[in-house]
């Protein structure tokens, strides 16, 4: 499998469930996503969430990245440059679904740094709670205009403003204003 192709989640899962020797039903209240919904990304029917993902591989007692590396032999020798298309990226969307971050970091890094492409219509709010403690967060606003707020304090960017907060306690993204916001937020854990 080239290195820029996406790996097979859904068979990787099956392998997985079926060598703990666990039925879909088994998996499915396990990891509270649905009978249907597990078949249907072990037949590769589907692409899962991040979310979903995230689940089923807490379920099955493995890392993530395990899931989702490429299954090359041993002999084969990596690219130099990893391609990422545009349309492998994974997208997370805010509770209001008015927020998309384009997930653009890679899986392995998820637990120290994170980096997104977030584009927020007017009138969107991602809602966060606290993350680990000594948890940054990095806001550089490419266009439009947001609102951040971290506990009692709120400021205002515009346009190639950069913001860097505590993200580990409940902290608030807005878009007051009609016009869309594009920016690149980066999440950093001790």
Do not use: F
């Not at 859904?10 to 009978?35: F, P």
């Not at 009138?123 to 009692?152: C, F, M, P, Q």
């Not at 403003?161 to 807005?174: G, L, M, N, S």
Request: hydrophobic content about 35%.
């Amino acid at each position: 499998m080239p290195r820029n192709s996406l790996p097979d989640v859904g068979r990787k899962i099956k392998l997985l469930r079926t060598e703990k020797q666990l039925t879909l039903e088994q998996l499915a209240a396990m990891s509270s996503v649905s009978k249907s919904m597990l078949s249907q990304i072990e037949r590769g029917r589907t692409n899962p969430t991040l979310a979903i993902l995230w689940t089923l591989t807490k379920s099955l007692d493995i890392d993530i990245s395990d899931l989702l590396n490429s299954d090359q032999d041993a002999e084969d020798v990596s690219p130099k440059i990893e391609l990422v298309k545009a349309h492998q990226l994974p997208e997370i969307q805010s509770a209001d679904g008015k927020c998309t971050l384009k997930i653009l970091g890679p899986i392995d890094l998820v637990t120290k740094t994170e980096w997104y492409d977030m584009v927020m219509t007017g009138g969107g709010v991602l809602d966060s709670e606290g993350h680990a403690n000594g948890t940054k967060e990095h806001l550089t606003l490419l266009e439009g205009e947001l609102s951040i707020r971290t506990g009692s304090e709120e400021i205002i960017l515009t346009a190639g403003d950069t913001a860097r907060y505590d993200a580990d306690i409940p902290h608030y993204i807005e878009n007051k204003a009609k016009k869309t916001a594009r920016a690149l937020m980066v999440v950093l854990t001790p």
